[in-house]
Protein backbone atom coordinates (compact mmCIF):
# COMPACT_ATOMS: atom_id res chain seq x y z
CA UNK A 1 0.00 0.00 0.00
CA UNK A 2 2.57 2.50 0.98
CA UNK A 3 4.37 2.48 -2.14
CA UNK A 4 0.95 2.82 -4.37
CA UNK A 5 0.63 5.83 -2.50
CA UNK A 6 3.80 7.39 -2.91
CA UNK A 7 3.20 7.15 -6.80
CA UNK A 8 0.33 9.25 -6.67
CA UNK A 9 1.61 11.33 -3.78
CA UNK A 10 1.31 14.69 -6.35
CA UNK A 11 -2.37 14.11 -6.80
CA UNK A 12 -3.92 13.74 -3.85
CA UNK A 13 -7.24 13.26 -4.72
CA UNK A 14 -6.00 9.90 -5.57
CA UNK A 15 -4.37 9.59 -2.39
CA UNK A 16 -7.61 9.65 -0.62
CA UNK A 17 -9.46 7.33 -3.22
CA UNK A 18 -7.21 4.88 -2.46
CA UNK A 19 -7.65 5.20 1.31
CA UNK A 20 -11.59 5.76 0.95
CA UNK A 21 -11.36 2.36 -1.45
CA UNK A 22 -9.47 0.31 0.85
CA UNK A 23 -12.16 1.05 3.82
CA UNK A 24 -15.20 1.20 1.65
CA UNK A 25 -14.04 -1.68 -0.17
CA UNK A 26 -14.12 -4.27 2.61
CA UNK A 27 -17.75 -5.10 1.93
CA UNK A 28 -16.37 -6.69 -1.44
CA UNK A 29 -13.26 -8.06 0.53
CA UNK A 30 -11.97 -11.56 -0.53
CA UNK A 31 -11.49 -13.79 2.84
CA UNK A 32 -7.76 -13.80 3.00
CA UNK A 33 -7.65 -17.60 2.77
CA UNK A 34 -6.03 -19.04 -0.99
CA UNK A 35 -8.48 -19.71 -3.07
CA UNK A 36 -8.24 -23.42 -2.89
CA UNK A 37 -8.96 -23.43 0.78
CA UNK A 38 -12.40 -21.52 0.08
CA UNK A 39 -13.32 -23.51 -2.18
CA UNK A 40 -13.74 -26.53 0.64
CA UNK A 41 -15.98 -24.08 2.84
CA UNK A 42 -17.72 -21.92 0.28
CA UNK A 43 -21.12 -22.61 -1.55
CA UNK A 44 -20.79 -22.26 -5.76
CA UNK A 45 -22.43 -18.62 -5.54
CA UNK A 46 -20.02 -17.18 -2.47
CA UNK A 47 -16.81 -19.59 -4.31
CA UNK A 48 -17.15 -17.46 -7.81
CA UNK A 49 -17.70 -14.09 -6.25
CA UNK A 50 -14.43 -14.95 -4.34
CA UNK A 51 -12.81 -16.65 -7.59
CA UNK A 52 -13.70 -13.11 -9.21
CA UNK A 53 -11.91 -11.20 -7.14
CA UNK A 54 -9.15 -12.86 -7.26
CA UNK A 55 -8.76 -13.16 -10.68
CA UNK A 56 -10.28 -9.76 -11.63
CA UNK A 57 -8.33 -7.95 -9.03
CA UNK A 58 -9.66 -4.21 -9.19
CA UNK A 59 -12.63 -4.24 -11.52
CA UNK A 60 -14.02 -6.95 -9.63
CA UNK A 61 -15.08 -4.23 -7.12
CA UNK A 62 -17.19 -2.12 -9.95
CA UNK A 63 -19.01 -5.45 -10.98
CA UNK A 64 -20.09 -6.21 -7.43
CA UNK A 65 -21.71 -2.93 -7.69
CA UNK A 66 -23.63 -4.03 -10.41
CA UNK A 67 -27.79 -4.80 -10.20
CA UNK A 68 -28.03 -8.36 -8.71
CA UNK A 69 -29.62 -10.09 -11.37
CA UNK A 70 -27.02 -8.67 -14.01
CA UNK A 71 -24.15 -9.17 -11.65
CA UNK A 72 -24.54 -12.58 -11.29
CA UNK A 73 -24.60 -12.95 -14.89
CA UNK A 74 -21.49 -11.13 -15.49
CA UNK A 75 -19.72 -12.42 -12.91
CA UNK A 76 -20.49 -15.63 -14.22
CA UNK A 77 -19.30 -14.77 -17.84
CA UNK A 78 -16.19 -13.44 -16.53
CA UNK A 79 -15.27 -16.29 -15.00
CA UNK A 80 -16.26 -18.45 -18.19
CA UNK A 81 -14.17 -16.48 -20.39
CA UNK A 82 -11.39 -16.52 -17.82
CA UNK A 83 -11.20 -20.40 -17.67
CA UNK A 84 -11.28 -20.02 -21.55
CA UNK A 85 -8.37 -17.88 -21.57
CA UNK A 86 -6.49 -19.86 -18.72
CA UNK A 87 -6.39 -22.74 -21.45
CA UNK A 88 -5.21 -20.70 -24.55
CA UNK A 89 -2.38 -19.27 -22.21
CA UNK A 90 -0.95 -22.29 -20.75
CA UNK A 91 2.08 -22.98 -23.05
CA UNK A 92 2.80 -26.81 -21.23
CA UNK A 93 -0.48 -27.84 -22.65
CA UNK A 94 0.01 -30.08 -25.90
CA UNK A 95 -0.94 -28.81 -28.56
CA UNK A 96 -3.86 -30.97 -29.73
CA UNK A 97 -5.78 -31.57 -26.54
CA UNK A 98 -5.78 -27.49 -26.23
CA UNK A 99 -7.16 -27.01 -29.61
CA UNK A 100 -10.12 -29.62 -29.25
CA UNK A 101 -10.93 -28.53 -25.71
CA UNK A 102 -10.66 -24.79 -26.96
CA UNK A 103 -13.42 -25.47 -30.14
CA UNK A 104 -15.53 -27.55 -27.14
CA UNK A 105 -15.54 -25.83 -24.08
CA UNK A 106 -19.31 -24.68 -24.54
CA UNK A 107 -20.42 -28.14 -24.58
CA UNK A 108 -19.16 -28.26 -20.94
CA UNK A 109 -21.64 -25.30 -20.16
CA UNK A 110 -24.40 -27.48 -18.62
CA UNK A 111 -21.63 -30.83 -17.29
CA UNK A 112 -21.67 -30.50 -13.60
CA UNK A 113 -18.79 -33.68 -13.96
CA UNK A 114 -16.24 -31.12 -15.88
CA UNK A 115 -13.60 -29.63 -14.20
CA UNK A 116 -9.38 -29.90 -15.47
CA UNK A 117 -6.70 -30.32 -13.26
CA UNK A 118 -3.27 -28.42 -12.94
CA UNK A 119 -4.35 -26.00 -15.99
CA UNK A 120 -3.01 -22.18 -15.87
CA UNK A 121 0.33 -20.61 -15.39
CA UNK A 122 -1.14 -19.10 -11.79
CA UNK A 123 -2.68 -20.72 -9.20
CA UNK A 124 -5.72 -18.87 -8.74
CA UNK A 125 -6.33 -20.00 -12.62
CA UNK A 126 -5.50 -23.39 -11.70
CA UNK A 127 -7.94 -23.76 -8.63
CA UNK A 128 -10.72 -22.16 -10.79
CA UNK A 129 -10.46 -24.59 -13.30
CA UNK A 130 -10.29 -27.57 -11.00
CA UNK A 131 -13.38 -26.41 -9.33
CA UNK A 132 -15.30 -25.32 -12.54
CA UNK A 133 -18.35 -27.79 -11.37
CA UNK A 134 -19.46 -24.78 -8.89
CA UNK A 135 -19.19 -22.25 -12.25
CA UNK A 136 -21.49 -24.46 -13.65
CA UNK A 137 -23.87 -24.98 -11.39
CA UNK A 138 -24.00 -21.46 -10.76
CA UNK A 139 -24.15 -20.75 -14.39
CA UNK A 140 -27.30 -22.99 -14.62
CA UNK A 141 -29.27 -20.92 -12.48
CA UNK A 142 -29.21 -17.55 -14.67
CA UNK A 143 -31.72 -16.24 -16.30
CA UNK A 144 -32.01 -18.34 -19.78
CA UNK A 145 -31.17 -15.08 -21.39
CA UNK A 146 -27.86 -14.72 -19.72
CA UNK A 147 -27.60 -18.41 -20.61
CA UNK A 148 -28.19 -18.40 -23.97
CA UNK A 149 -25.41 -15.47 -24.62
CA UNK A 150 -22.48 -16.86 -22.53
CA UNK A 151 -23.17 -20.10 -24.39
CA UNK A 152 -22.97 -18.15 -27.75
CA UNK A 153 -20.01 -16.03 -27.10
CA UNK A 154 -17.82 -18.74 -25.79
CA UNK A 155 -18.16 -21.13 -28.45
CA UNK A 156 -17.18 -18.58 -30.92
CA UNK A 157 -14.30 -17.40 -28.57
CA UNK A 158 -13.16 -20.83 -28.46
CA UNK A 159 -13.05 -21.32 -31.76
CA UNK A 160 -11.52 -18.37 -32.69
CA UNK A 161 -8.55 -18.42 -29.59
CA UNK A 162 -8.36 -22.22 -31.38
CA UNK A 163 -7.93 -20.99 -35.28
CA UNK A 164 -5.04 -18.43 -33.88
CA UNK A 165 -3.38 -21.06 -32.02
CA UNK A 166 -2.32 -22.40 -35.53
CA UNK A 167 -1.80 -19.28 -37.31
CA UNK A 168 0.46 -16.20 -36.64
CA UNK A 169 -0.51 -12.44 -36.37
CA UNK A 170 0.72 -11.50 -39.63
CA UNK A 171 -1.63 -8.30 -41.17
CA UNK A 172 -3.48 -6.23 -39.63
CA UNK A 173 -6.14 -8.22 -40.51
CA UNK A 174 -5.21 -10.75 -38.37
CA UNK A 175 -4.69 -8.48 -35.41
CA UNK A 176 -8.16 -6.87 -35.80
CA UNK A 177 -9.69 -10.56 -36.41
CA UNK A 178 -7.59 -12.60 -33.17
CA UNK A 179 -8.44 -9.50 -31.28
CA UNK A 180 -12.01 -9.17 -31.62
CA UNK A 181 -11.78 -13.34 -30.93
CA UNK A 182 -10.28 -12.96 -27.71
CA UNK A 183 -12.11 -9.47 -26.84
CA UNK A 184 -14.53 -7.45 -28.88
CA UNK A 185 -16.81 -10.99 -28.53
CA UNK A 186 -16.68 -9.75 -24.64
CA UNK A 187 -17.83 -6.41 -25.83
CA UNK A 188 -20.81 -8.00 -27.79
CA UNK A 189 -21.90 -10.39 -25.15
CA UNK A 190 -22.02 -8.00 -22.61
CA UNK A 191 -24.14 -5.22 -24.79
CA UNK A 192 -26.49 -8.59 -24.84
CA UNK A 193 -26.01 -9.12 -21.51
CA UNK A 194 -26.65 -5.23 -20.75
CA UNK A 195 -30.07 -5.92 -23.57
CA UNK A 196 -31.41 -8.93 -21.46
CA UNK A 197 -31.00 -7.60 -17.84
CA UNK A 198 -34.18 -5.29 -19.19
CA UNK A 199 -31.58 -2.29 -17.89
CA UNK A 200 -30.33 -0.76 -21.04
CA UNK A 201 -32.74 -0.78 -24.93
CA UNK A 202 -33.03 -4.10 -26.59
CA UNK A 203 -31.09 -2.38 -29.68
CA UNK A 204 -27.74 -2.22 -27.48
CA UNK A 205 -27.72 -5.93 -28.55
CA UNK A 206 -27.11 -4.81 -31.94
CA UNK A 207 -24.60 -2.31 -31.67
CA UNK A 208 -22.06 -4.78 -32.41
CA UNK A 209 -19.68 -2.97 -34.52
CA UNK A 210 -19.34 -0.32 -31.55
CA UNK A 211 -19.58 -3.43 -28.71
CA UNK A 212 -16.69 -4.70 -30.82
CA UNK A 213 -14.40 -1.54 -30.87
CA UNK A 214 -15.31 -1.51 -27.16
CA UNK A 215 -13.34 -4.51 -26.42
CA UNK A 216 -10.52 -3.85 -29.28
CA UNK A 217 -9.86 -0.75 -27.21
CA UNK A 218 -8.94 -2.28 -24.55
CA UNK A 219 -7.05 -5.80 -25.96
CA UNK A 220 -5.00 -3.50 -28.22
CA UNK A 221 -3.72 -1.51 -25.32
CA UNK A 222 -2.84 -4.98 -23.10
CA UNK A 223 -1.21 -6.29 -26.27
CA UNK A 224 0.92 -2.90 -26.45
CA UNK A 225 1.83 -2.66 -22.55
CA UNK A 226 2.60 -6.86 -22.60
CA UNK A 227 5.18 -6.83 -25.50
CA UNK A 228 8.03 -7.65 -23.25
CA UNK A 229 6.31 -10.29 -20.67
CA UNK A 230 4.38 -11.97 -24.28
CA UNK A 231 7.85 -11.75 -26.08
CA UNK A 232 9.72 -13.99 -23.27
CA UNK A 233 6.41 -16.07 -22.42
CA UNK A 234 6.58 -17.80 -26.16
CA UNK A 235 3.13 -15.67 -27.70
CA UNK A 236 3.18 -12.49 -29.80
CA UNK A 237 -0.06 -10.82 -30.98
CA UNK A 238 1.93 -7.22 -32.63
CA UNK A 239 1.62 -7.74 -36.49
CA UNK A 240 4.73 -8.66 -38.51
CA UNK A 241 2.92 -5.64 -40.86
CA UNK A 242 3.56 -3.25 -38.74
CA UNK A 243 6.30 -4.47 -37.36
CA UNK A 244 8.39 -5.78 -39.74
CA UNK A 245 8.53 -2.10 -41.18
CA UNK A 246 11.07 -1.29 -38.46
CA UNK A 247 13.05 -4.63 -37.92
CA UNK A 248 13.43 -8.08 -39.33
CA UNK A 249 12.70 -9.61 -36.03
CA UNK A 250 10.12 -9.25 -33.06
CA UNK A 251 13.05 -9.22 -30.31
CA UNK A 252 14.93 -6.22 -32.40
CA UNK A 253 13.21 -3.92 -30.13
CA UNK A 254 13.62 -5.23 -26.59
CA UNK A 255 17.74 -5.46 -27.77
CA UNK A 256 17.36 -1.90 -29.33
CA UNK A 257 14.56 0.23 -26.68
CA UNK A 258 16.17 3.21 -27.04
CA UNK A 259 16.61 3.04 -31.20
CA UNK A 260 14.23 5.65 -33.23
CA UNK A 261 12.81 2.42 -35.52
CA UNK A 262 11.40 1.06 -32.31
CA UNK A 263 9.53 3.82 -31.33
CA UNK A 264 8.53 4.94 -34.01
CA UNK A 265 7.77 0.99 -34.17
CA UNK A 266 5.92 1.58 -30.72
CA UNK A 267 4.16 4.79 -31.30
CA UNK A 268 2.67 3.14 -34.70
CA UNK A 269 0.81 0.56 -32.61
CA UNK A 270 -0.69 3.22 -29.80
CA UNK A 271 -2.11 5.34 -33.11
CA UNK A 272 -3.70 2.05 -34.65
CA UNK A 273 -5.27 1.22 -31.09
CA UNK A 274 -6.30 5.00 -30.89
CA UNK A 275 -8.69 4.84 -33.90
CA UNK A 276 -11.36 2.87 -32.25
CA UNK A 277 -11.74 5.73 -29.66
CA UNK A 278 -14.46 7.43 -31.34
CA UNK A 279 -16.43 4.29 -31.53
CA UNK A 280 -15.82 4.20 -27.60
CA UNK A 281 -17.71 7.21 -27.39
CA UNK A 282 -20.43 6.46 -29.35
CA UNK A 283 -21.22 3.46 -27.31
CA UNK A 284 -20.71 5.06 -24.35
CA UNK A 285 -23.56 7.77 -25.11
CA UNK A 286 -26.14 4.82 -25.99
CA UNK A 287 -25.83 3.14 -22.31
CA UNK A 288 -28.74 4.84 -20.08
CA UNK A 289 -27.89 3.10 -16.82
CA UNK A 290 -25.12 4.63 -13.85
CA UNK A 291 -23.61 1.36 -12.97
CA UNK A 292 -23.73 0.25 -16.44
CA UNK A 293 -22.00 2.85 -17.65
CA UNK A 294 -19.51 3.01 -15.21
CA UNK A 295 -18.34 -0.74 -15.20
CA UNK A 296 -18.03 0.23 -18.94
CA UNK A 297 -16.64 3.64 -18.64
CA UNK A 298 -13.81 2.61 -16.09
CA UNK A 299 -11.81 0.13 -18.13
CA UNK A 300 -11.66 2.67 -21.10
CA UNK A 301 -10.43 5.30 -19.61
CA UNK A 302 -7.85 3.41 -17.88
CA UNK A 303 -6.93 2.39 -21.53
CA UNK A 304 -6.53 5.30 -22.67
CA UNK A 305 -4.01 6.59 -19.78
CA UNK A 306 -2.28 3.39 -20.41
CA UNK A 307 -1.68 4.29 -23.62
CA UNK A 308 -0.73 8.03 -23.30
CA UNK A 309 1.89 5.85 -20.45
CA UNK A 310 3.07 3.87 -22.89
CA UNK A 311 3.89 6.09 -25.92
CA UNK A 312 7.28 6.93 -26.93
CA UNK A 313 7.99 4.98 -23.60
CA UNK A 314 11.33 2.82 -24.47
CA UNK A 315 10.63 0.81 -21.17
CA UNK A 316 7.72 -1.14 -22.77
CA UNK A 317 10.10 -2.82 -24.63
CA UNK A 318 11.76 -4.06 -21.39
CA UNK A 319 9.18 -4.51 -18.99
CA UNK A 320 5.75 -3.91 -18.01
CA UNK A 321 5.01 0.26 -17.96
CA UNK A 322 1.19 0.50 -15.69
CA UNK A 323 -0.66 3.26 -14.71
CA UNK A 324 -1.33 4.48 -11.42
CA UNK A 325 -3.72 2.37 -8.86
CA UNK A 326 -4.71 5.96 -7.43
CA UNK A 327 -5.73 6.29 -10.55
CA UNK A 328 -8.11 3.25 -10.93
CA UNK A 329 -9.34 3.87 -7.07
CA UNK A 330 -10.45 7.43 -7.67
CA UNK A 331 -12.75 6.06 -10.79
CA UNK A 332 -13.86 3.57 -9.17
CA UNK A 333 -14.95 5.13 -6.00
CA UNK A 334 -16.41 7.91 -7.40
CA UNK A 335 -19.73 8.25 -9.85
CA UNK A 336 -17.75 8.88 -13.18
CA UNK A 337 -20.24 10.37 -15.95
CA UNK A 338 -20.30 10.64 -19.65
CA UNK A 339 -18.83 14.36 -19.11
CA UNK A 340 -16.23 13.25 -16.60
CA UNK A 341 -15.40 10.23 -19.23
CA UNK A 342 -14.74 12.58 -22.41
CA UNK A 343 -13.12 15.40 -20.03
CA UNK A 344 -10.55 12.21 -19.25
CA UNK A 345 -10.21 11.38 -23.06
CA UNK A 346 -9.55 14.80 -24.28
CA UNK A 347 -6.65 15.00 -21.73
CA UNK A 348 -4.74 12.32 -22.57
CA UNK A 349 -5.51 13.35 -26.54
CA UNK A 350 -3.38 16.93 -25.30
CA UNK A 351 -0.55 14.16 -23.26
CA UNK A 352 -0.28 12.32 -26.75
CA UNK A 353 0.38 15.53 -28.55
CA UNK A 354 2.77 16.78 -26.07
CA UNK A 355 5.14 13.60 -26.52
CA UNK A 356 5.33 13.83 -29.98
CA UNK A 357 7.81 16.11 -31.66
CA UNK A 358 6.15 19.00 -33.04
CA UNK A 359 6.30 19.58 -36.77
CA UNK A 360 6.76 15.56 -37.31
CA UNK A 361 4.51 13.28 -39.05
CA UNK A 362 3.34 11.40 -36.20
CA UNK A 363 2.06 15.04 -34.53
CA UNK A 364 0.11 15.58 -37.82
CA UNK A 365 -1.46 12.37 -37.64
CA UNK A 366 -1.85 13.06 -34.04
CA UNK A 367 -3.29 16.44 -34.32
CA UNK A 368 -5.84 14.72 -37.41
CA UNK A 369 -6.90 11.75 -34.50
CA UNK A 370 -6.95 14.98 -31.98
CA UNK A 371 -9.58 17.23 -33.88
CA UNK A 372 -12.04 13.82 -34.84
CA UNK A 373 -12.17 12.70 -31.24
CA UNK A 374 -12.76 16.29 -30.79
CA UNK A 375 -15.81 16.29 -33.21
CA UNK A 376 -17.27 13.29 -32.25
CA UNK A 377 -17.35 14.72 -28.87
CA UNK A 378 -19.29 17.71 -29.94
CA UNK A 379 -21.61 15.64 -31.59
CA UNK A 380 -23.12 15.00 -28.31
Not at 81 to 94: G, S, W
Not at 210 to 221: D, I
Request: charge should be positive; include cysteine; glycine fraction near 4%.
Amino acid sequence: MIPTLYKSALHPREVRALLSLKIKGQRFAVPKEPLNTLAMTLNDEDFCCAALSKVSRSFAVVIQQLSENLRNGVCVFYLVLRALDTIEDDMRFPQAEKLELLRNFYKKSYDEDFTLQNIGDQEDYRVLLAHYDKVIRFFKGLDKGYRDVIVDITKKMGNGMADFAEKEVVTIEDYNLYCHYVAGLVGIGLSELFSASGLESPGLKSQHDLSNSMGLFLQKTNIIRDYHEDLFSDRTFWPKEIWGKYADKLTFFTENPHAPKSLDCLNEMVMNALGHLPDVVDYLRLLKDKSIFRFAAIPQVMAIATLAAVFNNPKVFTGVVKVRKGLAARLILYDLSLDDTLKYFKKYSRVFLRKSPAGSELHKQLLAWSKTLDQKIKEG
